[in-house]
């Protein structure tokens, strides 16, 4: 025996795909939040990492950027660091 669908109308149609656009704005909104999230001070792990790296930089005497750049360098990570000094500018030299 077939029962009977009531057929719905363009207005409740409508409004139903409404919501389903709603919804998967929605959910494109927080992909594009969780991808922009930058790393903080308070990211698991950043403590630790930024206590190794003070740490190497004391034990070897020099500074944290000289760290950086070496990890960036051996993990071929693809970093490109440049000076922002102008050679032969008066203020730097």
């Given at each position: 025996m077939a029962t009977l669908r009531a057929?719905?109308?363009?207005?409740e149609l409508l409004k139903e795909a409404e919501a389903k656009v709603k919804t998967i704005r929605q959910q494109i909104k927080a992909e594009k939040a969780k991808q922009n999230s930058a790393l903080t001070k308070e990211s698991e792990g950043?403590?630790?990492?930024?206590?190794?790296?003070?740490?190497v930089?004391?034990?070897?005497?020099?500074?944290?950027?000289d760290v950086i750049?070496?990890?960036?360098?051996?993990k071929?990570?693809?970093l490109k660091i440049e000076s922002t000094r102008e050679s032969g500018h008066y203020f730097y030299d």
């Open positions: 057929k719905k109308s363009k207005e950043m403590a630790a990492a930024i206590a190794a790296v003070e740490s930089a004391n034990a070897n005497k020099v500074k944290i950027a750049k070496a990890i960036a360098k051996i071929r990570a693809g």
